[in-house]
């Protein structure tokens, strides 16, 4: 009799998930016909989010139809509309504007999450954002089209909202990018907006004063305490009264986890997140997984979670994956652990901060930083190569490695 495995997403820990059901169907000598495994996703690829903050976003995707064919991964192309609880199936829509009900053993639900847009006038209207694909590609196009607009303050001028780790990632590269676009003498101006005290709030203190000498020698200009009270097309308004003229907003300040959490009769936080158990199950819903930014997962024994990250997403994925294979195949579930925590920041062309732990305790900064983010960003976080031995080893390491 053959059973399946429902995966929604081809992020992280959607793709992590399907490579840790597909290396423990193989080590337990279960064909993928008795045992199938299927991806549910817009597109065959995942799309590399850590780096939308970059230069060409259009280019941060990497193809996934290989690695899940020498994995005997099954795709389907199209989005989740709905999940069905009673019925253990799912109704996706495809492009064409037809639908199909797809029946599940095990669902993993890994459909991670999308940028936070609070009802500020004129946000929706006149602001970018750089959290999914589709509005990087937005913003970057943006950028170069102000090149074709006369020098102005407003033009050269961009304004971000948010001081945490996105919207530090964004804010300190643009400086760059806006020279390249407008020419090396434009003056520049970047300034972050939040209504913390300081930037940075969710890393702590020890890694601070870095991040501030670092804005300051990028000529990056802060207003803290405040929020973005309104946008028009000719600039934003704060809190405080004071009006910048700018032509380019960019909105970083919080994300929230797939709406598609809400259809799951489960306890929800305050980010839309499932409340799972050690196993990353729902409760309540005894043949669904939950992983990644659709998850609030503890960490460890003491009363740390996950965080909205790739670094959180793949182990999450591969405990996920694992724990909905062996579900089916009579094995254990394992109760999912990360109990170490690394943070590592842009800041430029030429600087980074690597930190560890909660409290973001200082490791490396500068050049050498630089070169651990760059070896993130261009190595560690890209799907494994299209090879079953390899496949697994990088999945299995995902979930066991220290680090």
């Known amino acids: ?70 994995t005997d991964i099954r795709y389907h192309q199209g989005s989740v509309e709905t999940i069905d609880n009673a019925t253990s199936t799912i109704t996706v829509a495809r492009g064409n504007g037809t639908s199909a009900t797809l029946p599940y053993d095990r669902l993993v639900l890994a459909a991670g999450s999308d940028g936070f847009a609070p009802p500020i006038p004129g946000l929706a209207e006149f602001g970018f954002a750089a959290t999914q694909l589709d509005e990087a590609v937005a913003l970057d196009r943006h950028l170069h089209a102000l090149a074709q607009k006369p020098a102005s303050a407003a033009r050269n001028t961009v304004v971000v909202g948010g001081a ?51 804005l300051r020698a990028l000529g990056i200009e802060t207003r803290m305490n405040v929020g973005i009270a309104a946008l028009d097309e000719k600039g934003v308004t704060l809190g405080s009264g004071e009006r910048i003229e700018t032509m380019t907003v960019i ?103 690597f930190t560890r732990g909660w409290d973001s305790k200082v490791e490396i900064t500068g050049a050498q930083a630089k070169a651990v983010k760059k070896e993130i960003n261009e190595i560690w976080i890209y799907p494994p190569a299209a090879e079953r031995t390899a496949a697994y080893e990088n999945v299995l390491y995902a979930r066991t490695a220290d680090f």
Not at 4 to 15: C, H, K, L, P, R
């Open 251 to 353: 909105w970083s300040a919080g994300m929230r986890a797939s709406p598609l959490t809400a259809q799951l009769p489960a306890e929800r936080d305050n980010l839309g997140r499932l409340i799972v158990e050690p196993d990353l199950r729902v409760p309540g819903g005894s043949r669904i997984f939950a992983t990644g930014d659709t998850a609030k997962a503890r960490t460890d024994s003491v009363g740390n979670y996950a965080a909205m990250s790739c670094q959180h997403a793949r182990r999450l994925g591969s405990f996920a994956g694992h724990n909905a294979a062996a579900d089916l195949l009579g094995e254990p579930t394992l109760p999912y652990d990360q109990p170490i925590y690394v943070t590592c920041l842009d800041l430029g062309p030429d600087n980074a901060i």
């Open 1 to 70: 009799m053959s059973r399946n495995i429902v995966i929604i997403g081809s992020g992280f820990a959607g793709t992590m998930a399907a490579l840790g059901a597909s290396r423990l169907r193989h080590e337990k000598g279960v064909s993928p016909e008795e045992l199938t495994i299927t991806v549910v996703s817009p597109t065959p690829e995942m799309v590399i989010r850590p780096r939308l903050y970059e230069r060409n976003p259009e280019q941060m995707v990497a193809p996934l139809s290989e690695l899940f064919a020498a």
């Open 164 to 214: 945490g780790f996105t919207g530090l990632e964004v804010a300190t590269e643009m400086p760059g990018r806006l020279r390249e676009i407008l020419g090396e003498d434009a003056d520049i101006r970047v300034i972050i907006v939040d209504r913390s005290e300081h930037v940075a709030p969710a890393m702590g203190a020890d890694p601070r004063p870095f991040i501030e000498e670092r």
